[in-house]
């Protein structure tokens, strides 16, 4: 069972951006105003990492290498989420997934080349 969902990858040239949206689904719903959202990536050969944390408040974390370009965001009422990416790099390239509560979403691939 599908219980989060995201959208809005694709291909940018550097320096472009990309909003990347997860949205649950009703199986998760009760849930869902309870946990920390987060979006990880996993770029080919490496590890999954942690990219940005929202609280269920909205207090937000973000990795290093993403500070000051990428913005999370979550909107408790609509059930959803969202990655915000600016000045996107190559290396920024991976599949990225939305988490929360232990559930997983199928991920979405964001390639950054020109």
């Known amino acids: 069972q599908v219980h989060l969902v995201e959208s809005g990858g694709g291909l940018v040239q550097p320096g472009g951006s990309l909003r990347l949206s997860c949205a649950a689904s009703?199986?998760?719903?009760?849930?869902?105003?309870?946990?920390?959202m987060a979006w990880y990536r996993q770029a080919p050969g490496k590890q999954r990492e942690l990219v940005a944390t929202?609280?269920?408040?909205?207090?937000?974390n973000y990795a290093d290498f993403v500070k000051g370009r990428f913005t999370i965001s979550r909107d408790n009422a609509k059930k959803t989420g969202s990655l915000q990416m600016n000045s996107l790099k190559p290396e920024d390239t991976a599949v990225y997934y939305c988490?929360?509560?232990?559930?997983w979403g199928q991920g979405t691939q964001v390639t950054v080349s020109s």
């Open positions: 009703i199986s998760i719903f009760s849930i869902f105003t309870v946990y920390d």
């Open positions: 988490y929360i509560g232990n559930f």
């Open positions: 929202i609280t269920s408040t909205g207090n937000t």
